[in-house]
């Protein structure tokens, strides 16, 4: 591998892809457009050409009320012949000359059967200007003859006329059907080719959705299961693009940040050993320490000087001061190794909280602070480990009298169904809610100056978070800067099985 990026140069990048389905996107769009604007184009055609065949059945119409007009006309003349009637008919003879130009100029498909109107008219009006002259020369017996031929021709035009106003009409109708069916045409290809976009944008869709969003949510849920401390399975993105690399660069860090814990645990071994170790070690002589002074401020030794008295009282307070401070290492050492087991049985909620309470009651006295015990009478027995529990809840009270210096300390018991709250409550300077989390880790202290005044390991809270979650439960606080602080842990009232630590 080099930089990690095998195998990925040769595959189209993300940014290709995305460029790639947003211009199919456009592609779609711009088909649409295009076929909408054919089939406008096409319906604007036939809509014209409806347009068209509606001037031309007027005009056809006009032609056929024109010649009607006439051949009335000519037929009145004839009927009752005198020089007005008769120069009436012949001006309207020689007008329909006028009406065919017309229509020849509105529509020229038809130019065949307009000859034939033409030329049927033209014999009607030789025959008919024929009669007028014949009758006008006072010839009215050759002007009935030549009369009856009028019939048969006016007969003929009137069935021309009738014919072109009806073959227009027929081309009206089947221009407004083809309308028809050029729209339903048009809507249902606009209908079919938006259809097939949208299907192809859903197909597009989900194809851009496996190839960004599963991978990333993939990258996603192994990113997790790194920050929970699970190093142990790779993220498998198929990928060949850039999330292919982001998840091939995961795995290569996730590795490293594995062979890293690995090297921590094994430090943290090794000084959870060292300090199990040196605290056993430091306790022997330790304890031979606290001994031989007790022995000598009994008197065992015979009646030590009061000049010697003083001395040898601070080197037994501050030797138990360090005995506890060896202790708690020792404990917090053997949880972080997993070698400490609770003892469970049975026990009393209200002995447990009267040891506590006579192992501190001195301390409080010392600083004259109120010490107050609120248990409920009647509590049925827990089951749990004891000494654990009372050895929590002293450290609990031991920092709250160290750290006030006026009012009282009050500790309460509440049954909550199947648990058990204890809660320790003080009058001191409070703590800031910025520092209340890390308070529970271990040598973690408030960095303020009373808490350099006052000392510490820090190691005693930390000790009371462990003890609490090997019974199952959870400890937090309340408070706030000036307002004093309440420290409270909830424990399973009867613990059948020492909780998994993680």
Same mark, same amino acid.
């Given at each position: 591998?080099?930089?990690?990026?095998?195998?990925?140069?040769?595959?189209?990048?993300?940014?290709?892809?995305?460029?790639?389905?947003?211009?199919?996107?456009?592609?779609?769009?711009?088909?649409?457009?295009?076929?909408?604007?054919?089939?406008?184009?096409? *319906?604007?055609?036939?809509?014209?050409?409806?347009?068209?065949?509606?001037?031309?059945?007027?005009?056809?119409?006009?032609?056929?009320?024109?010649? &009607?007009?006439?051949?009335?006309?000519?037929?009145?003349? &004839?009927?009752?012949?005198?020089?007005?009637?008769?120069?009436?008919?012949?001006?309207?003879?020689?007008? $329909?000359?006028?009406?065919?130009?017309?229509?020849?100029?509105?529509?020229?498909?038809?130019?065949?059967?307009?000859?034939?109107?033409?030329?049927?008219?033209?014999?009607?009006?030789?025959?008919?200007?024929?009669?007028?002259?014949?009758?006008?020369?006072?010839?009215?017996?050759?002007? /009935?003859?030549?009369?009856? *031929?009028?019939?048969?021709?006016?007969?003929?035009?009137?069935?021309?006329?009738?014919?072109?106003?009806?073959?227009?009409?027929?081309?009206?109708?089947?221009?407004?059907?083809?309308?028809?069916?050029?729209?339903?045409?048009?809507?249902?290809?606009?209908?079919?080719? *938006?259809?097939?976009? $949208?299907?192809?944008?859903?197909?597009?869709?989900?194809?851009?959705?496996?190839?960004?969003?599963?991978?990333?949510?993939?990258?996603?849920?192994?990113?997790?299961?790194?920050?929970?401390?699970?190093?142990?399975?790779?993220?498998?993105?198929?990928?060949?693009?850039?999330? =292919?690399?982001?998840?091939?660069?995961?795995?290569?860090?996730?590795?490293?940040?594995?062979?890293?814990?690995?090297?921590?645990?094994?430090?943290?071994?090794? /000084?959870?050993? %060292?300090?199990?170790?040196?605290?056993?070690?430091?306790?022997?002589?330790?304890?031979?320490?606290?001994? $031989?002074?007790?022995?000598?401020?009994?008197?065992?030794?015979?009646?030590?000087?009061?000049?010697?008295?003083?001395?040898?009282?601070?080197?037994? +307070?501050?030797?138990?001061?360090?005995?506890?401070?060896?202790?708690?290492?020792?404990?917090?050492?053997?949880?972080?190794?997993?070698?400490?087991?609770?003892?469970?049985?049975?026990?009393?909620?209200?002995?447990?909280?009267? =040891?506590?309470?006579?192992?501190?009651?001195?301390?409080?006295?010392?600083?004259?602070?109120?010490?107050?015990?609120?248990?409920?009478?009647?509590?049925?027995?827990?089951?749990?480990?004891?000494?654990?529990?009372?050895?929590?809840? %002293?450290?609990?009270?031991?920092?709250?009298?160290?750290?006030?210096?006026?009012?009282?300390?009050?500790?309460?018991?509440?049954?909550?169904?199947?648990?058990?709250?204890?809660?320790?409550?003080?009058?001191?300077?409070?703590?800031?809610?910025?520092?209340?989390? /890390?308070?529970?880790?271990? $040598?973690?202290?408030?960095?303020?100056?009373?808490?350099?005044? /006052?000392?510490?390991?820090?190691?005693?809270?930390?000790?009371?978070?462990?003890?609490?979650?090997?019974?199952?439960?959870?400890?937090?606080?309340?408070?706030?800067?000036?307002?004093?602080?309440?420290?409270?842990? &909830?424990?399973?009232? +009867?613990?059948?099985?020492?909780?998994?630590?993680?």
């Amino acid at each position: 591998m080099k930089d990690g990026r095998v195998g990925f140069e040769s595959r189209p990048s993300l940014r290709a892809k995305l460029l790639m389905a947003f211009l199919i996107i456009e592609v779609l769009l711009v088909s649409v457009g295009v076929i909408g604007f054919l089939s406008l184009r096409e *319906a604007d055609q036939q809509t014209n050409r409806v347009v068209a065949l509606q001037h031309k059945i007027e005009a056809y119409r006009q032609v056929q009320h024109d010649t &009607l007009r006439q051949l009335h006309g000519v037929s009145s003349a &004839l009927a009752f012949p005198n020089e007005t009637t008769l120069a009436s008919a012949l001006r309207q003879i020689n007008q $329909f000359g006028y009406g065919l130009d017309r229509v020849s100029f509105v529509e020229k498909d038809e130019l065949a059967l307009l000859d034939q109107v033409r030329e049927e008219y033209g014999r009607f009006i030789a025959v008919g200007s024929h009669v007028i002259d014949l009758i006008r020369n006072g010839r009215a017996a050759e002007a /009935k003859q030549s009369e009856l *031929a009028l019939g048969p021709l006016a007969d003929k035009l009137e069935r021309s006329t009738n014919q072109l106003v009806n073959r227009a009409e027929a081309d009206m109708i089947a221009g407004i059907d083809a309308s028809r069916q050029t729209y339903a045409r048009s809507q249902m290809l606009v209908a079919a080719v *938006a259809l097939a976009s $949208f299907v192809l944008t859903l197909v597009l869709g989900h194809a851009i959705s496996r190839s960004v969003i599963e991978p990333v949510r993939i990258i996603h849920d192994g990113l997790n299961r790194i920050a929970a401390g699970d190093f142990t399975r790779r993220i498998e993105v198929p990928n060949r693009d850039e999330l =292919g690399e982001l998840a091939a660069h995961v795995n290569s860090t996730c590795e490293e940040l594995q062979q890293l814990y690995r090297s921590l645990e094994e430090a943290s071994r090794h /000084k959870s050993q %060292f300090l199990a170790n040196m605290s056993h070690e430091l306790r022997t002589p330790l304890n031979a320490i606290l001994g $031989f002074s007790e022995l000598l401020l009994d008197g065992i030794y015979g009646d030590p000087p009061d000049k010697m008295r003083s001395p040898v009282e601070r080197i037994q +307070r501050n030797g138990r001061h360090l005995l506890g401070l060896i202790n708690d290492v020792l404990d917090l050492s053997k949880i972080e190794a997993g070698q400490l087991r609770l003892s469970l049985a049975d026990y009393s909620v209200e002995e447990l909280v009267s =040891g506590v309470y006579t192992s501190v009651e001195s301390l409080a006295a010392e600083k004259k602070l109120g010490l107050r015990v609120a248990v409920p009478t009647g509590l049925p027995p827990a089951r749990g480990d004891e000494r654990r529990l009372a050895q929590a809840l %002293f450290n609990l009270v031991g920092n709250a009298i160290k750290f006030t210096d006026a009012g009282e300390i009050r500790i309460e018991v509440e049954a909550k169904g199947d648990f058990y709250k204890f809660s320790v409550q003080d009058t001191g300077p409070g703590i800031d809610e910025a520092d209340q989390t /890390k308070i529970f880790e271990e $040598f973690q202290q408030v960095d303020n100056s009373i808490t350099k005044t /006052k000392g510490g390991s820090g190691l005693g809270l930390a000790i009371v978070k462990r003890i609490v979650e090997m019974h199952g439960g959870r400890i937090w606080i309340e408070s706030r800067l000036g307002h004093g602080a309440t420290f409270s842990f &909830l424990v399973p009232a +009867r613990l059948e099985q020492q909780a998994t630590q993680t």
